[in-house]
């Protein structure tokens, strides 16, 4: 059900690419572009391509662990911006309190894409892979003039940018590269405060660059302790396989 | 002004249809929630011998400065306050609760809370838009269940942006966005009817049960408060939030991949009252169908379920078990969400098994002097029935209906059965008019501070470890995972009493000294921490860890840190305790105005007539030796509660004739013009 309205950039529009070419960097403008779970760092392209190297990292979340909770996001403003606000949270979890499971909420992560529309859409170079971060994509708030180019040009819904209006930028998940109210060091090889604050350890972190698919970066974080508390413990889709808690698993020890 | 808090208080006379801001700077020395609801009260409600349904009741929704930041377990909840109408004789200031995330919303959209007052003449909704207040027409909303009336606001105000979507709270690039649809608390048909246990509900499943409040903002013609915001709320010391959040989950957390211990057999999540472990609200039933945990803003536990099909979604406790008796759990879900949807109080209307007891007994039926009418008592095990009883009572059908709306109590007063039925027990409501939550023979810091107080007290700090631990683990055949002198001794010194016969359960213990020091510790830390401070019942005061090596738990430590933390202010516990004492005093200056007499202070008769039968477990101290009691052939003895009652008022600083609060104990609380008023209106306790 998430990212099923993926839009295919304006460019490979326009020279009527299919994905499939557009991700083999034939042509028009590639960017660095990722098959299975290969890492690449760079490959040989027609001069005027621009090859932007893939994040070191990236979160996964496991859609069916999640609790609704918002620890994530409240975690995740205060550590970048020493105050609490949801709204300026890099990750967003959207839910309907009314739904039926799995489909009452989603968690919305920034995928770090390998081939970053948001980049690529912003002008001034503010929003940029950041070597230094270890390639994550990040918005140097010092050069965002706040067209809001790159908030648009997420192929996603919701878009993984926001705007912050109190502060007047673009900002996006650097993977808690700049997070100054937190006594933990972030960024790639650092911590993440989303995925060490979350009471249902429903995120994880990755070097390795998760498969392009339909539906996000979902994994299934769920072990038997899961299921021994007769919470489901299929993969997304599968919950016609869920079955009580039958069989004795012996318990931690006390 | 302490961090935290947002600085403004939104008042709205519905009356007038005004609004005006009140400075939360004014009332920060009662703390938040019940504290600020309290005092806002005492200002505004000149004659405080009205009643709930009059138009000058004020009610109010109320956050604290940590609502909203992510505390561990003290983010999302909101604390109501006002005249109540469930309770009996007399509805007493009273107090509801509820979980969710509403109280955040409620601060990033610019307020610490809000207030109501007066009566519109036609149904009205407050909207609430980034600290823009708009009092819409809700004659459209009239007449919709509590889900319905929440997804039409949620058209009204974002339109048809999708749940998952990013909404624009202006027109113009710095509006904010948020992709969170309105946090809304609204009422139902049965508020809508006055149904004098009617609730108010917020999202799916969290209610503000108690006190009838849905009936008195249904007689204000008050159908919802909705609000949505993307502001901001300062936190003093993000980094240190930040380190307790992380110490807190790894201490006393339940580890989901790798727990420290778990319950020994699946399908038993009451289980987690010990281990802390998600979705274990429901108690005695395991969700059939997948489900995930689901927890309120900000919860480092995550208690409740969202299951397939969403029946139960949020829902915890004895509103999953409203209704099981066909043993088919779809059913039994059903009911609970059609309990939810009319917005009814199930600790009222379970009393189902109550009035099935009259019919087994030949007394009500068909036809018969209590006339069930078309209720169909002898299919109780039918969907059927139960759909038909809470419908009849959320909208008033026939006589049995109306009368049971008027709350199952007032209903057996009306037929003329109160008193009998209370003396045997067949009518197991201890006091003020309450079904029996915990036994009030027993665990009387449960009954003795719903008695002193003004409802059912419904916290469980003391509860989960005295009373829960020692019958989880025999449940599943373990021994208790600590010794009762152990836990005692937890127990004096997490909460700062110091001496664990303080919870000696026992036949003496029960009227003790250091017994009444415990009750009066109690009304303290929860009217500070739990309704003003707004740390959520079900995971604060943590006074035991099981799971932690020692076995000692976050309190009081935590609570303090966390205060600090947000704030940015140095609150000492015992500090916190006196303005807990402080608030608990308010209130009972409150109840005196409005009639409270030392007589009026007794249970029901089967409190003191009927022997405990079943095994119950406490802790109890007997020949100098603690162990978990199983308290059989117990009753309440009315001249040693008598003596409680002397030496409780003495140590609350209450007259001891007439249990009414003194010059000296309320000036020493800073209270002096409370005690003018007392005074002013011959009720000053002497």
């Known amino acids: 059900m998430a990212d099923n309205d993926i839009k295919t950039g304006e460019e490979a529009q326009a020279n009527e690419y299919s ?82 499971f799995p489909h009452d909420m989603e968690q919305v992560q920034c995928r770090q894409c390998p081939a970053p529309a948001c980049v690529e859409a912003c002008p001034t170079g503010a929003n940029h892979v950041s070597k230094e971060n270890g390639n994550v994509r990040m918005v140097d708030e010092s050069k965002c003039i706040g067209c809001e180019r790159c908030v648009y040009a997420c192929p996603f819904t919701p878009s993984r940018m926001q705007w912050n209006h109190e502060d007047k930028h673009a900002q996006k998940c650097d993977l808690c590269a700049d997070t100054p109210y937190w006594n933990k060091k972030g ?15 429903a995120i994880t972190y990755t070097t390795e660059t998760p498969i392009q698919q339909e539906y996000g970066y979902r994994i299934n974080l769920r072990n038997h302790h899961w299921g021994w508390l007769s919470l489901d413990t299929t993969d997304f889709g599968r919950e016609s396989d869920f079955t009580l808690p039958v069989a004795p698993v012996p318990p931690a020890a006390s | 002004m302490a961090k935290g808090y947002v600085g403004k208080i939104l008042y709205v006379n519905l009356t007038d249809k005004t609004t005006e801001e009140i400075a939360t700077a004014d009332y920060q020395q009662f703390g938040g929630g019940h504290g600020i609801g309290a005092a806002i009260f005492w200002d505004r409600v000149k004659d405080k011998t009205i009643d709930g349904f009059h138009p000058d009741n004020l009610v109010s929704f109320m956050t604290s400065p940590i609502s909203g930041t992510g505390a561990p377990s003290a983010s999302g909840r909101t604390e109501i306050t006002g005249f109540g109408v469930q309770q009996y004789p007399i509805g007493w200031f009273t107090r509801s609760n509820f979980g969710g995330r509403w109280s955040a919303m409620i601060k990033y959209a610019g307020f610490d809370g809000v207030v109501v007052q007066g009566k519109s003449e036609t149904p009205v909704w407050i909207n609430i838009v980034n600290g823009k207040v708009t009092i819409e027409d809700a004659t459209d909303l009239w007449g919709l269940d509590t889900h319905e009336t929440q997804e039409e606001i949620w058209k009204t105000v974002t339109g048809n942006v999708d749940v998952r ?54 007689s204000k013609n008050l159908k919802a408060i909705s609000c949505i915001g993307t502001g901001s709320v300062e ?11 992380m110490e807190m989950k790894e201490k006393f957390g339940f580890n989901v991949d790798d727990p420290k211990f778990e319950a020994p057999v699946p399908g038993v999540p009451m289980y987690g009252m010990t281990t802390n472990a998600p979705g274990y609200a429901s108690l005695l039933w395991a969700p059939q169908v997948p489900a995930r945990a689901q927890g309120c803003h900000g919860c480092f536990k995550n208690c409740r379920y969202n299951l397939e099909g969403g029946n139960g979604n949020g829902d915890i406790c004895v509103e999953g078990l409203y209704w099981m008796a066909n043993g088919v759990q779809a059913d039994q879900l059903k009911a609970t969400d059609l309990l939810d949807r009319l917005g009814l109080n199930v600790y009222d209307v379970m009393g189902h098994s109550n009035i099935l007891a009259l019919v087994k007994m030949g007394i009500a039926g068909p036809g018969m002097a209590i006339d069930t009418e078309d209720i169909p008592f002898d299919k109780y095990d039918t969907y059927e029935f139960i759909e038909k009883y809470t419908e009849a009572i959320a909208y008033r059908k026939g006589t049995f209906g109306d009368t049971l709306a008027e709350g ?40 003795y501070g719903s008695l002193f107080g003004d409802r059912d007290i419904n916290e469980h700090g003391v509860n989960w470890h005295a009373h829960w631990m020692p019958l989880v683990t025999a449940a599943v055949g373990q021994a208790p995972l600590m010794s009762a002198e152990e836990l005692v001794t937890h127990f004096a010194e997490a ?42 019942d079900w995971a604060w005061p943590q006074l035991v860890a099981y799971n932690n090596e020692g076995g000692v738990g976050a309190t009081p430590d935590y609570e303090v840190r966390i205060y600090k933390a947000v704030t940015g202010e140095d609150l ?115």
Not at chain 2, 506 to 523: C, N, Q
């Open chain 1, 19 to 100: 994905r499939r070419q557009f991700f083999a960097g034939v042509g028009g403008v590639g960017l660095g572009a990722m098959l299975g779970g290969l890492v690449v760092k760079g490959f040989f392209l027609p001069e005027q391509v621009m090859a932007l190297p893939a994040s070191e990292g990236y979160l996964l979340v496991d859609t069916k662990k999640c609790a609704g909770c918002d620890t994530c996001m409240l975690s995740c403003s205060m550590v970048h911006h020493g105050r609490v606000n949801p709204s300026l949270s890099r990750i967003q979890i959207t839910k309907n309190p009314f739904g039926s």
């Open chain 2, 572 to 686: 000492s516990y015992e500090d916190s305790l006196e303005i807990g004492r402080k608030i608990w005093n308010l209130g009972r200056a409150i109840w005196t105005l409005q009639g409270r007499t030392r007589e009026m202070e007794v249970f029901t008769n089967y409190v003191y007539d009927v022997a405990t039968s079943a095994p119950y477990f406490l802790p109890v101290k007997e020949n100098g030796e603690w162990s978990y009691g199983i308290c059989l052939d117990r009753k309440l003895d009315r001249e040693k509660f008598e003596s409680v009652k002397d030496r409780f008022y003495a140590l609350e600083g209450w007259a001891v004739d007439t249990g009414w609060p003194t010059r000296a104990g309320l000036s020493e609380l800073g209270l002096d013009y409370v005690a003018d008023e007392l005074d002013k209106n011959g009720k000053l306790g002497a």
């Open chain 1, 187 to 201: 960024g790639v090889g650092g911590h993440q405060a989303c995925v060490e604050s979350c009471p249902m350890r």
């Open chain 2, 408 to 447: 199952l109590t007032r209903a057996w007063v009306k037929w003329g059965r109160y008193e009998e039925d209370t003396t045997t027990g067949v009518l197991n409501r201890p006091q003020w008019g309450f079904m029996e939550h915990y036994d009030p023979r027993l665990e009387v810091e449960w009954s």
């Open chain 2, 495 to 536: 909460t700062g009493v110091g001496d664990p016969d303080g919870w000696d359960y026992s036949a003496e213990g029960i009227y003790a000294d250091p017994k009444l020091k415990a009750v009066a510790w109690h009304r303290h830390y929860g009217r500070f921490w739990i309704q003003s401070m707004l740390f959520c």
């Open chain 2, 165 to 218: 979507d990013w909404w624009d709270a202006g027109t113009i690039r710095d509006g904010g966005r948020t992709t969170a649809k309105p946090a809304v608390v609204c009422i139902g048909p049965a508020g809508e009817n006055l149904v004098r246990s009617a609730i108010v509900l917020h999202d799916a499943g969290n209610g503000g049960g108690q006190g009838g409040f849905g009936a008195v903002l249904g």
């Open chain 2, 235 to 245: 936190v003093a010391d993000p980094a240190d939030l930040m380190d307790i959040r």
